[in-house]
């Protein structure tokens, strides 16, 4: 393949995850009409249309969706093997993009990073926060973070917390004026603060476990959101019940500005890892950060 080749298949990517040829030309440093002109030359070359062209939109066609399906892998694994060749150099060095939700970014990746960053001042580490099942290859992070039963299986994942458990609360003032659920079906006289999903569009629902029974309850309420830092201030403001990951509302059970409520019904689940593409070249920095953030479980007192 001759080098023009590789620029004019650089180009076509990125116009179609830019689905933009003003943005592809931003994020190639080129102009936007030359951009125009390579993908042209690239369909002319091919003899096949790449990519529809609106006033509003560019998409890929059911060619360009099969284009796009080679290389991706391809470019990622040369990413890969490009960072790898850092480990020539004496001190590891180079960009780490991470994609998290924000409670994990502050509990768990930020004090890593504060003890890892000052010792490596040729690392740096940029996190995208975002609620949804992010397809780390295609938006071109290095690594992602998610609850263990989400990872994919094709994924390397690496536990970088303990088990965690959800945690249904509601404010004192909240239970005033009405009864404790006693079991997960009487949700059903409650008001609860609902998720919804950013990848599919639903509602969350709320998960029990107790036994061998399993329950997965369809809750109702005046508020929906799509992050759990407002849930969590909903429920404190005693706008209904909430259900969160326990870590992120402790402090507020232990000092009575929530109560937790249908505790036996929460069984313990895997915890958080990070993940990248088993294929993923390690480069040292990227080595480096997995380490900071794998998690280790306390030694037991004899």
């Keep these: 393949m001759r080098r023009e080749q590789l620029g004019d298949l650089t180009a076509f990517l990125a116009v179609a995850e830019e689905a ?3 943005r592809a030309a931003a994020r190639l440093g080129t102009s936007q009409s030359a951009l125009s002109h390579t993908v042209r030359r690239l369909e002319a070359r091919l003899g096949l249309r ?7 939109r560019v998409a890929a066609t059911e060619a360009g969706e099969r284009l796009i399906e080679t290389l991706r892998p391809a470019f990622s694994e040369i990413d890969g093997k490009l960072q790898a060749l850092t480990a020539l150099r004496e001190k590891p060095a180079g960009t780490i993009r991470v994609t998290s939700s924000e409670h994990v970014a502050e509990a768990i990746l930020l004090p890593a990073l504060m003890r890892l960053l000052p010792n490596n001042p040729d690392i740096k580490v940029e996190i995208g926060i975002d609620y949804g099942l992010t397809d780390i290859v295609a938006q071109r992070f290095d690594a992602g973070v998610r609850l263990g039963e989400q990872v994919a299986k094709d994924m390397i994942a690496v536990p970088i917390g303990p088990d965690v458990r959800m945690a249904v609360v509601g404010s004192p003032s909240y239970f005033k004026d009405r009864s404790v659920p006693k079991t997960p079906q009487q949700l059903a006289q409650h008001a609860c603060l609902n998720l919804r999903l950013p990848t599919r569009g639903g509602l969350y629902a709320w998960e029990f476990e107790k036994g061998t029974r399993k329950l997965n309850v369809r809750v109702d309420g005046q508020l929906v959101f799509n992050t759990a830092t407002l849930i969590r201030k ?12 326990e870590d992120g509302v402790r402090a507020e059970i232990e000092n009575g500005r929530l109560v937790r409520v249908l505790s036996e019904w929460c069984p313990p ?9 088993s294929r993923r070249q390690q480069s040292p920095a990227f080595a480096l950060l997995v380490e900071a953030l794998r998690y ?3 030694k037991r007192k004899v």
């Design 50 to 56: 790449l990519l529809t062209r609106t006033t509003r």
């Design 234 to 245: 909903a429920a404190l403001a005693g706008m209904g019940l909430a259900c969160l990951v």
């Design 269 to 277: 689940f895997p915890g958080y890892h990070l993940y990248y593409p």
């Design 296 to 298: 280790r479980s306390p």
């Design 20 to 22: 933009s040829f003003t």
